[in-house]
């Protein structure tokens, strides 16, 4: 084992004020007390002089009076909101945030500490940072975690409705990442990363993008390095009705509870084949040039050869590949799933959703009942919806920690 590492929790906080208070209890009542947090409270200045912007304004005055009165030692404030203060220009928005929290960290820190991404809205147990402290003590090369979540029910049947599809939509996206054996199996959540400090500074940090930042970080750390994706302890991101980033958990539960699920739709599980097919085909495509759909697509959209440059770049096989994986990213494999839906025939998303389980988990389809043969987002009850959530979450998990001790060289039988 190696020295304790210090911890250091970046918190972003927008208009909070309702639930800061419960995440800043999660993290004083934690076991593990080497710690100290970073609260940025923030929003532009020009907000200020905005009728339709100023009750946030407000929320966080009265945050950072209720910060500063706390008078703990083992917080420290970042004011990016009082008048005068605030982001100015283009700067501002959640990656503007999270960098600047986290770059304040950097020159406090040792190499070795570790920097916890949270929102002020997010809960976790007693044992939470102590978790992620020995998972990067037995893993010390790793470059960051993403970190299981879960979200709980709200008793509020609209939410809760709207919260379990767009948990099974990202679960059952995760699990067809994992089934390909894509280098690129995370998902991104700001309130659920964790980096090492020589890690952050080795990836020159957090680029600041209006929103998706997790997504392009943890994707820059996983070029980098290998990322782990399991850790005993869970986060439980709040199940709210949010519009104070573009993307993620509130926009899209924003949408869906007015059933518009566009954006996030059940992805045909035959278009990971197609990027299976490419990933199999890795090796023939160092020698020469080859066809598949994905190919293809990544063709049409560059100017140039992509193949032959890597192949230039990279003579070395093992390095070709690698290489590929990259320009095969996350991001252009969300773009591949995108183009191919808006080609594809029209199938419902309960059906694709039902020809997944029966292909991949046909022995253990009883637990649905006959669920599956009537299966519909808009009329199943809370109860089997949060059964199938469950079910997604459990497959995940038997997969992230059966990845972890495959690595450091324990093999189980899940």
Known sequence: MGATSHIFVALPVLDELDYLPRTLKCIFNQNYKNFTVYIIVNQPDNWWKDENKINICLNNEITLKWLYSLNNSKINIIDKSSKGHGWKGKEGGIGYARKTVMDSIIPNAQDKDLIVSLDADTTFGDRYFEAIHNIFQENPMAVGLSVPYYHNLTNDEIIDRAILRYEIYMRYYSLNLWRINSPYNFTALGSAIVVPVWAYKSVEGLSPKQGGEDFYFLQKLRNFGELLNYLPEKVHPAARLSNRVAFGTGPALIKGTNNNWNSYPIYNSVFFDEILETYNNLDKLYVKDIQTPLIKFINNNSKNNVWDLL????????????????????????????????????????????????????????????????????????????????????????????????????????
Do not use: W
């Not at 839906?341 to 419902?348: C, F």
């Not at 991949?360 to 808009?378: G, M, R």
């Open 311 to 414: 192949r230039k770049n990279y003579p070395d096989k093992e390095k070709f590949v690698k290489a590929c994986h990259e320009k095969i990213n996350a991001l252009r494999i969300l773009q591949y799933l995108k183009y191919r839906h808006n080609l594809s025939e029209n199938i419902s998303d309960e059906n694709k959703l039902i020809d997944f389980f029966k292909k991949y988990f046909e022995d253990e389809c009883y637990i649905f009942n006959d669920k599956l043969t009537h299966f519909s987002f808009e009329n199943e009850n809370i109860k089997n919806l949060d059964k199938m959530r469950n079910f997604l979450f459990i497959k995940e998990e038997q997969l992230q920690k059966g990845n972890l001790l495959a690595k450091n060289g324990i093999f189980v039988n899940n």
